[in-house]
Every structure is written in C-alpha cells, then in structure tokens.
C-alpha cells in the first residue's frame, strides 16, 4: 500500500493541531502549558506588583526555578505512584475480579509513573537547553504582554444606581423566560 502523501494534509485532519505522539509528549505539552502560566504570573508579579524592570538574566533564572519546581513535583507524584504499585496487596478474601482489579491498578499506576519520569526528563532537557528556555520565556512574555494589553482596554463603566442594576436584572429575568418559553415549545411533540 503506499504511503500517504506528507504534503497534503488529510481531511479528517484538516486545521487540527499537532496531536501528541506519546504519552509522554501529551505530558510535556500540558507541563509546557502549566510553566508557561506560572512564568507570567511570575512576570506580572515581578514587573507590576514589585515594579521590577524586566532583565534577562532574572527572569531566565525565574523561568529555571519554575521548571526545576515542576520538575520536582512530577518526581515526587512519580514516586508516589510507584511506592503504591510496588505495595504489597492483601489477596486473602478477595474475589478474583477484585485482585485482577488490583493488579490492574498497579499497572495503571506503574504505566503513570513511566510517564512523569519521561516528561520530568524532557523538561530537564529544555532547562539545560538555553536556546529552549529562551523559546519557552519568550512566549510566556508574549502572552503576558497580550494579556495586560488586553485587560488595558477593557472599558471600565461608571457604576450604577440601584434602579439602573434592578432594571438591568428585570431584562435579564425576562430574556430568561423567553428562552424557556422557546425551548418548551421546542420540546413539545408535532401537533401540538
């Protein structure tokens, strides 16, 4: 059978993202995710709330922090996992179903655990990769600086009075009843 053309994307495929090749790889873009919002709210923390200017150095070394946090926290949940498969089981007075259960358990956990220690490898590899947590700091920058852009531009209305939140909740109330109303015609059956 010959390959599939690599050039043209398949249709079922189309405008979809790059799914993960492995388990580990689904884990390392979930840690990348997670670094990348803990390394903006270190930004803002730093640059609003301390008034920091933003350096380099610093802030390369904030993002090294966060990925050695990360890293540790995956080590320790690893660990745990694999203490709780490797414990030993009371199989005296347990049905079949529940000791394969069991034993099925422990798989799952030891499967788990396999996989943090992969992702906990990978992100050792960007933190001693410059060029990497470079990249990974970057975006974080660009999304808070999106981030902040955006709060920035948010009108902020003048408040109301009593009268004007009442009026308001009244619309929605009504808005409300006749999104029911709709839906109930909606429900009732042909001939009706």
Wanted: hydrophobic letters at 40%; proline letters at 6%.
């Amino acid at each position: 059978m010959p390959s599939p053309d690599a050039s043209r994307p398949s249709p079922r495929g189309a405008g979809r993202p790059h799914l993960p090749a492995s388990p580990v790889e689904e884990g390392v873009l979930v840690a990348r995710s997670a670094l990348r919002l803990a390394i903006k709210n270190r930004i803002i923390m730093l640059t609003l709330r301390d008034e920091e200017p933003w350096r380099d150095e610093v802030m390369i070394e904030l993002a090294r922090r966060e990925i050695e946090t990360l890293m540790a926290e995956l080590t320790q949940t690893a660990e745990r996992l694999e203490a709780a498969s490797a414990a030993p089981r009371r199989a005296f007075g347990l049905s079949r179903r529940a000791a394969a259960n069991a034993r099925q358990d422990a798989e799952h956990q030891r499967t788990r655990a396999r996989i943090l220690r992969g992702v906990v490898d990978r992100l050792r590899e960007i933190e001693e990769d410059p060029a990497q947590t470079h990249a990974l700091l970057a975006v974080a920058r660009e999304e808070t600086l999106a981030e902040l852009t955006q709060a920035r531009l948010i009108p902020v209305g003048a408040e109301q009075t009593e009268e004007e939140r009442r009026a308001s909740m009244d619309a929605v109330k009504e808005d409300l009843r006749e999104q029911l109303a709709l839906q109930q015609l909606k429900d009732l059956p042909e001939g009706y």
